[in-house]
């Protein structure tokens, strides 16, 4: 039973920074937070992992330029969204949205992994994209067509994707590093990357009621949450450990509504059950890699 414990604290987690990152629209600008829940992270990583990095720099110097991209992508450009996003959009359909994270993992995986998604798969994606269309437009899906959909709800896309393309190049490349020292090196990059628009933004300053949400992201999200996570990997299997990652927006919808008091409106049911249904076909449609010739395997990176 203990491993199922790491994939649910995880979630649990990652839910909670969701609505973290909503309770931070109100005392902190995005750049601000987004850089100092790295830079928090870093901090305390640094101890335990600098030396380590350092003994193993020769293994790590030929992977700097994919180090880069993925603390880039999965990091600096994904979270930094988020916090933009929880100005203009509710945290329940940041989660909704979410939700689409291993539905774009499988169609980015069709030309960087070679999978072939079976019938399921494809049913999968057909049901949830009009579910996340519901949510978007508040039960009016029409009214994208006329209106488009929000900037906040645009920009959660945009993040979801940006992680999708994390998730399989991450994959893809399969860099023979320690997951400690991965991690490590990926926040080093966001802290970089994320400087010059911190220094560029305005600025709210550290405050008692800003730092808690500072030290949650920093240390809860951005430490424990990974941490449980690949032990939960290592428990259970990649393919099973997805599952519960499609707790996330009903952890989201329950904590949003429990500590910010947004309404659980028919259409966000409607829509998270519609996602929820489709995500858990596709997973289901998902298939073995097909044999591709290895030059279309080859990494261009």
Same mark, same amino acid.
């Given at each position: 039973?203990?491993?199922?414990?790491?994939?649910?604290?995880?979630?649990?987690?990652?839910?909670?920074?969701?609505?973290?990152?909503?309770?931070?629209?109100?005392?902190?600008?995005?750049?601000?937070?987004?850089?100092?829940?790295?830079?928090?992270?870093?901090?305390?990583?640094?101890?335990?992992?600098?030396?380590?990095?350092?003994?193993?720099?020769?293994?790590?110097?030929?992977?700097?330029?994919?180090?880069?991209?993925?603390?880039?992508?999965?990091?600096?450009?994904?979270?930094?969204?988020?916090?933009?996003?929880?100005?203009?959009?509710?945290?329940?359909?940041?989660?909704?949205?979410?939700?689409?994270?291993?539905?774009?993992?499988?169609?980015?995986?069709?030309?960087? !992994? &070679?999978?072939?998604?079976?019938?399921?798969? *494809?049913? #999968? @994606?057909?049901?949830? +994209?009009? =579910? /996340? $269309?519901?949510?978007?437009?508040?039960?009016?899906?029409?009214?994208?067509?006329?209106?488009?959909?929000?900037?906040?709800?645009?920009?959660?896309?945009?993040?979801?994707?940006?992680?999708?393309?994390?998730?399989?190049?991450?994959?893809?490349?399969?860099?023979?590093?320690?997951?400690?020292?991965?991690?490590?090196?990926?926040?080093?990059?966001?802290?970089?990357?994320?400087?010059?628009?911190?220094?560029?933004?305005?600025?709210?300053?550290?405050?008692?009621?800003?730092?808690?949400?500072?030290?949650?992201?920093?240390?809860?999200?951005?430490?424990?949450?990974?941490?449980?996570?690949?032990?939960?990997?290592?428990?259970?299997?990649?393919?099973?450990?997805?599952?519960?990652?499609?707790?996330?927006?009903?952890?989201?919808?329950?904590?949003?509504?429990?500590? !910010? &008091?947004?309404?659980?409106?028919?259409?966000? *049911?409607? #829509? @998270?059950?519609?996602? +929820?249904? =489709? /995500? $858990?076909?596709?997973?289901?449609?998902?298939?073995?890699?097909?044999?591709?010739?290895?030059?279309?395997?080859?990494?261009?990176?």
């Amino acid at each position: 039973m203990l491993q199922y414990l790491y994939p649910l604290l995880a979630v649990l987690i990652w839910s909670g920074n969701t609505v973290v990152n909503k309770l931070a629209a109100g005392s902190i600008y995005p750049a601000e937070i987004g850089f100092y829940r790295w830079l928090l992270a870093g901090l305390l990583f640094t101890p335990f992992m600098l030396r380590p990095a350092w003994r193993n720099r020769q293994a790590i110097r030929p992977h700097v330029l994919k180090i880069s991209a993925l603390g880039a992508l999965g990091m600096a450009v994904y979270q930094s969204l988020a916090y933009y996003a929880a100005h203009r959009t509710s945290a329940i359909n940041m989660g909704i949205v979410l939700a689409l994270m291993p539905l774009m993992t499988l169609a980015l995986s069709i030309p960087l !992994l &070679g999978q072939r998604p079976g019938l399921p798969a *494809l049913l #999968g @994606g057909v049901v949830s +994209l009009p =579910g /996340v $269309l519901v949510v978007i437009s508040s039960g009016h899906p029409a009214s994208v067509a006329t209106h488009g959909m929000g900037s906040g709800d645009a920009m959660m896309l945009i993040a979801t994707l940006a992680y999708a393309i994390y998730s399989v190049l991450l994959k893809r490349w399969q860099l023979k590093l320690p997951a400690l020292q991965l991690l490590y090196l990926q926040i080093i990059v966001a802290v970089l990357l994320l400087l010059p628009l911190y220094l560029a933004s305005p600025k709210a300053g550290l405050t008692p009621a800003n730092m808690p949400l500072i030290a949650f992201a920093g240390v809860f999200a951005s430490m424990l949450a990974p941490l449980a996570w690949m032990r939960g990997v290592a428990a259970l299997g990649p393919s099973r450990m997805t599952l519960f990652f499609n707790l996330l927006p009903l952890f989201t919808a329950l904590i949003a509504a429990g500590v !910010l &008091g947004e309404p659980l409106a028919r259409y966000h *049911l409607a #829509g @998270g059950a519609l996602t +929820l249904v =489709g /995500v $858990l076909l596709t997973e289901r449609g998902q298939n073995k890699p097909a044999t591709v010739p290895p030059a279309a395997c080859k990494n261009t990176a």
